[in-house]
């Protein structure tokens, strides 16, 4: 995992390097606390942003070079696809579950399995965010995955329509699919730990 992260070390601006270092500090974490696979949850955490300081123009002809079909709208989410299709060409790493992570890491997938929701809120609430609420997604991922899902989808949500920006159909879909997941006890320990952050 170092060796990707020496990559992007060199590949990205300080700023977004340490963002990147949080997250990966933070997916491990997550990853032990939930039993899945750290290495493959630090190898996609220290890759995720890899091409996010990428310019449109340079993410579409990444893109050309490897035939992915891109959305004309939203370039601010492409660098995830982008990297996930290179992933073998250009960081020699060859592995679904890390694919489907960086891929999936902005937007979010409803059938996104374990490791792919833990990059998902690992960016979200990584030691360097500071926005309002981020407490209360930091919360939700110490009592359970899905509902730390859940709640990052809705915060970025409320980011969207705040904005007035776009927001992916594959988005929502996770949220609503999550939210099903979630029993009412585990909405009813959220809500009161989450009422002291």
Not at 59 to 70: C, F, I, Q, S, Y
Not at 162 to 170: F, N, V
């Amino acid at each position: 995992m170092d060796l990707y992260l020496e990559k992007a070390k060199v590949s990205l601006s300080s700023r977004r390097y340490t963002h990147v270092l949080g997250v990966t500090e933070t997916a491990k974490a997550l990853a032990k606390r939930y039993r899945f696979n750290e290495e493959q949850t630090g190898i996609a955490a220290a890759l995720h942003d890899i091409y996010r300081e990428k310019t449109p123009t340079e993410l579409k002809k990444l893109a050309d070079e490897v035939n992915l079909r891109l959305p004309d709208d939203d370039p601010p989410t492409w660098h995830g696809p982008v990297t996930a299709a290179r992933l073998r060409l250009d960081f020699g790493v060859d592995d679904e579950v890390i694919k489907e992570a960086i891929r999936y890491h902005t937007i979010g997938h409803q059938d996104m399995g374990p490791i792919a929701k833990i990059i998902f809120v690992a960016d979200a609430i990584e030691p360097g965010r500071n926005f309002y609420g981020v407490e209360r997604l930091r919360c939700a991922a110490e009592i359970d995955l899905n509902l730390a899902v859940a709640v990052v989808a809705d915060a970025s949500l409320t980011y969207l329509i705040e904005k007035q920006l776009q927001i992916a159909m594959s988005t929502v879909e996770l949220r609503n699919k999550m939210w099903g997941l979630v029993d009412g006890d585990l909405r009813k320990d959220y809500n009161q730990s989450s009422k002291t952050n």
